[in-house]
């Protein structure tokens, strides 16, 4: 196999394509050499691929458990496990994000298969969160590792739906240090205010999306995509017309590590104000955890 498989990269940062593998055919072995591409190269791109669905859930599971989505329902026939989003109800996922990152354990790697690509647009760009990090400089990345971030379902309609993570996890199987933090499902800095948050946040939002960290794929149908969700985010360029159809499976991760906080959650001083109304979601969450323990 390895004389037939063609892998070229794609950008410096991450990205690439192999073509030769026949994704309907993998086995343990195959898989384990997947895996590999993905420590290396983060998102990996497969054309050519005419999967049925029995065989997307079935290469899925060679990489761990699959689970349905929790809050969206667009199952492909009688296939829980598979998700397709199409642009035409709505399904253009144009804001930066992991996915799932409001679970406790959230998606470790995704599997995407391109049903239908409009013939201009629709572009998917993914960044390298560990390039985003290493870039910082010094004072920023030790400040980065002190703080938590607080992750919710708000876009899905399910605001209260939230766990928090550290803004700076470990990549479990590398080593290396991810800057976690998401435009789509990121709510807060937990050890700041919120005015102080959204100015961090924002920042650093902005920041992961520099185009040195990341690379522009233009679609084909039947392309299929893999993506390490721990150490990648990804969005859509919601600039086409006509119909993109995509589904996707997804292998669910474990939780992330990352050094501790180092300061407590911010606790507003004084009464209550208009402003307050910023710090009430972090103080259900904090009430919630309380009371499990």
């Known amino acids: 196999m390895e004389n037939r498989v063609e892998i070229k990269?794609?950008?410096?940062?991450?990205?690439?394509?192999?073509?030769?593998?026949?994704?309907?055919?993998?086995?343990?072995?195959?898989?384990?050499?997947?895996?590999?591409?993905?420590?290396?190269?983060?998102?990996?791109f497969f054309p050519d691929q005419p999967l049925t669905s029995d065989q997307h859930i079935a290469l899925g599971?060679?990489?761990?458990?699959?689970?349905?989505?929790?809050?969206?329902?667009?199952m492909v026939g009688e296939h829980e496990k598979i998700l397709e989003l199409h642009s035409g109800r709505g399904g253009v996922a144009d804001e930066w994000h992991s996915d799932l990152s409001f679970l406790p354990e959230p998606a470790l790697v995704s599997i995407l298969k391109m049903v239908k690509c409009p013939e201009v647009g629709g572009d998917t760009l993914w960044a390298n969160l560990c390039l985003a990090f290493e870039a910082l400089s010094d004072p920023?990345?030790?400040?980065?590792?002190?703080?938590s971030a607080l992750h919710n379902a708000e876009p899905h309609g399910r605001p209260e739906v939230m766990t928090v993570h550290p803004m700076v996890r470990v990549h479990p199987e590398t080593g290396r240090k991810v800057l976690f933090v998401n435009e789509h499902f990121t709510r807060r800095i937990v050890e700041l205010s919120a005015n102080e948050s959204a100015l961090l946040l924002g920042y650093l939002k902005t920041w992961v999306a520099s185009p040195r960290f990341?690379?522009?794929?233009?679609?084909?149908?039947?392309?299929?995509?893999?993506?390490?969700?721990?150490?990648?985010?990804?969005?859509v360029l919601n600039d086409f017309e006509g119909e993109r159809v995509i589904q996707r499976v997804t292998v669910m991760g474990d939780k992330p590590q990352g050094a501790p906080p180092r300061w407590e959650p911010y606790v507003r001083p004084g009464g209550r104000s208009d402003t307050s109304r910023h710090d009430r979601m972090l103080r259900k969450y904090l009430r919630g955890v309380a009371g499990e323990n």
């Open 214 to 235: 990341c690379v522009r794929y233009r679609w084909e149908q039947d392309t299929v995509a893999m993506w390490d969700n721990r150490c990648t985010q990804h969005m």
């Open 140 to 147: 920023l990345r030790d400040l980065c590792e002190g703080f």
């Open 61 to 74: 599971e060679h990489f761990g458990e699959l689970q349905a989505h929790p809050h969206l329902v667009n």
């Open 9 to 44: 990269r794609l950008a410096s940062a991450l990205g690439a394509e192999v073509r030769g593998l026949d994704l309907a055919e993998v086995g343990p072995d195959e898989a384990r050499q997947i895996e590999g591409w993905l420590r290396e190269y983060h998102v990996v």
